[in-house]
């Protein structure tokens, strides 16, 4: 999805050495945030995580159009949605 309107962004409930192994071992590329810790929030309480992974696709006005865990779901709806967005955006510059 690189060069389209996405953004895909993490959040791990590792303990953080654990997380940033993880990232360096698969070389993962997008923003990952700590679940909950000293002074921050618990991200998994507040989107009411039953399972992990959770996967939450929002369009570009926050609406959830898929909340679950099969990736290939996940990823058909962020597809759809960024083509629908990608077109919406040449349709305005076309104006």
Do not use: C
Request: aromatic share 8%.
């Amino acid at each position: 999805m690189k060069d389209k309107p996405f953004a895909l962004i993490g959040i791990n409930s590792d303990e953080l050495e654990d997380a940033k192994k993880a990232v360096e071992k698969n070389k993962l590329n997008w923003r990952s945030f700590q679940n909950s810790g000293e002074g921050r929030a618990d991200i998994s309480a507040d989107w009411f995580v039953q399972g992990w992974p959770t996967i939450v696709v929002l369009d570009e006005e926050g609406r959830i159009h898929y909340r679950g865990h099969d990736g290939y779901a996940a990823t058909d709806i962020a597809k759809e949605l960024t083509a629908k967005l990608v077109k919406k955006q040449a349709e305005q510059s076309a104006q």
